[in-house]
């Protein structure tokens, strides 16, 4: 079992930065992949990163590559997404998750979910 609780969500201005941080519980941390997606009003939830337990491997989706970067401290037990050059349309609930066998895109494969940390971007 893992527990998951996001944070540093908040408001920013288009062009500006965020990184959130997601803090996991559980001695197995370091055995699984993590991964952030995000979800608008109305909108489905959508892949945002992953990374593989051993933060060897990085996958982004085409929207936020260049400007979103997915890292993991096995020793603080927490993964990060930094992001930076944020639009408005970014502007999102975002959520991590985390699995022990799967590392992709699709939600519905990752086993563990965090509550999620709202990110809004003014223009």
């Known amino acids: 079992q893992v527990q998951l609780v996001e944070s540093g969500g908040g408001l920013v201005q288009a062009g500006g930065s965020l990184r959130l941080s997601c803090a996991a519980s559980g001695r197995t941390f370091s055995s699984y992949a993590m991964g952030w997606f995000r979800q608008a009003p109305g909108n489905e939830r959508e892949f945002v990163a992953s990374?593989?337990?051993?933060?060897?491997?990085?996958y982004y989706a085409d929207s936020v590559k260049g400007r979103f970067t997915i890292s993991r401290d096995h020793a603080k037990n927490t993964v990060y997404l930094q992001m930076n050059s944020l639009p408005p349309e970014d502007t999102a609930f975002y959520y991590c998750a985390a699995d022990l066998d799967y590392s992709g895109s699709y939600s519905s494969l990752y086993d563990f979910w965090g509550q999620g940390t709202q990110v809004t971007v003014s223009s």
């Open positions: 990374i593989t337990w051993s933060g060897g491997s990085t």
